[in-house]
């Protein structure tokens, strides 16, 4: 079968454009679907708070669930909270949470990202009724790259005050067998435990930014 007629050969031409367009639309839908890259990161489900190299550190847990290692990872914690201004407005404040790395080359398995909590930090000398006070909320987000077909992926958390655990320190999950190779339990990731048991009150008051002689 073939057009005999101009009008026909016009109904032809309108057809295989069309279901040329049509395909090439499909193609590239299905392609997009299924070649996005997932950023399947974990985020620990809570935040804590605990000494670290003797100075009280925010700390989450951030896990990388992919097969591949990720590249170029990029992290970031803002804080919010409420607070008056000098109008007596109280208002939501957005503070950059300085890390103690905030970049790397790569990203294999699980990370803890820690802000110290000096005298340069918004939280220095915060207690948690003052957290709840403040409404005191925590995001944070990390970019990578995806090495397989080179693309961006992002993934975010957020911790409310209540997430917020103190005088508590994630679990260690790395461990080495009998071949020397390292392992990581990955169902313990959310997973904390009290601090070290020998450090004094004081020491304790210190390590959570109560006690003002932290820093010195």
């Not at 031409?13 to 399947?40: D, H, K, N, Q, Y």
């Not at 670290?52 to 591949?68: E, G, K, S, W, Y």
């Not at 340069?120 to 090495?147: K, N, Y």
């Not at 169902?187 to 048991?197: C, S, V």
Request: a negative charge; aromatic letters at 10%; zero cysteines.
């Amino acid at each position: 079968m073939y057009p005999v007629s101009f009008y026909g050969h016009l109904i032809s031409m309108l057809e295989i454009i069309a279901g040329m367009f049509g395909l090439a639309v499909i193609t590239g839908l299905i392609f997009v679907r299924f070649s996005r890259p997932t950023a399947r990161i974990h985020f620990s489900k809570v935040a804590v708070i605990a000494p670290f190299d003797r100075v009280p550190t925010l700390m989450i847990r951030v896990a990388n669930l992919r097969h591949q290692a990720m590249v170029e990872p990029e992290f970031r914690m803002i804080l919010l909270r409420n607070l008056m201004t000098a109008e007596g407005d109280e208002v939501r404040r957005f503070r950059s949470l300085k890390l103690e790395f905030d970049h790397l080359i790569a990203f294999p398995a699980v990370l803890t990202v820690r802000h110290r909590i000096d005298e340069e930090s918004p939280l220095f000398r915060m207690t948690p009724e003052d957290f709840q006070q403040q409404d005191v909320r925590i995001f944070a987000s990390i970019v990578g790259v995806e090495t397989v077909i080179v693309a961006p992926v992002q993934s975010f958390g957020d911790y409310n005050y209540d997430q917020i655990e103190w005088h508590r320190r994630f679990v260690e999950i790395y461990d080495q067998n009998e071949e020397g190779e390292w392992t990581v339990d990955y169902g313990r990731i959310d997973e904390t435990e009290d601090i070290a048991p020998n450090l004094t009150e004081d020491q304790q008051e210190q390590a959570v930014g109560r006690n003002p002689k932290v820093g010195v």
